[in-house]
């Protein structure tokens, strides 16, 4: 049985939750946010509570979407409360980057700087080397970091590149010389 699949969603004050047939939809004062289950799992919503279910008709199947339906509305109740942020670090002599308007304009040592379009929903901020990432859907935060990231992976020897601030790169010895 799914652990995560029989704990209840508590939604907090100022979001309103409502179930109109198999789609929960996800309201606070700026954002609505939509998740269909295709009537894969059961929903009851009670005072605030949200608490998925077994469908008995869907047999073996009902039990991987029971927990996957449920951490989905749980990103979403976290996303539209407070939010999700990742933290890229840009590490390498002359890498750079610079927030113009809608785009992202990264220096890494290239011939030719890197023009990244920053979708809606996403709000870029530059802190010397640190790139911060907030939104509230926690699958786009995810994507956007690592198509930045794909930009310049950092490498094993001096770790210049693009890496996740909690990321920690295994560093390789160098060439050594014969004597």
């Not at 700026?30 to 998925?52: A, C, M, P, W, Y």
């Not at 109740?77 to 002599?93: C, P």
């Given at each position: ?68 339906y449920r951490a989905l509305a749980n ?49 870029i901020t530059l802190d010397k080397n ?26 094993p020897y001096k770790g210049k590149g ?18």
């Amino acid at each position: 049985m799914s652990r995560i699949g029989k704990q209840a969603i508590v939604i907090p004050k100022g979001l309103d939750v409502s179930l109109e047939g198999t789609k929960l939809i996800f309201k606070n004062t700026k954002i609505q946010k939509e998740l269909e289950t295709h009537n894969r799992v059961e929903i009851s919503l009670n005072d605030g509570v949200l608490l998925f279910g077994l469908k008995e008709s869907q047999g073996l199947k009902a039990k991987a979407f029971w927990g996957t339906y449920r951490a989905l509305a749980n990103n979403i109740v976290i996303g539209l409360t407070n939010g999700f942020t990742k933290q890229l670090e840009i590490n390498g002599v002359g890498y750079k980057a610079s927030v113009k308007g809608n785009v992202l304009e990264l220096s890494l040592g290239y011939s030719h700087p890197i023009n990244y379009d920053i979708p809606n929903g996403i709000e870029i901020t530059l802190d010397k080397n640190i790139l911060t990432l907030k939104g509230v859907d926690k699958q786009q935060i995810g994507q956007v970091a690592s198509e930045i990231r794909s930009f310049r992976s950092p490498e094993p020897y001096k770790g210049k590149g693009i890496k996740y601030v909690d990321e920690v790169i295994i560093r390789k010895a160098g060439k050594t010389a014969k004597k």
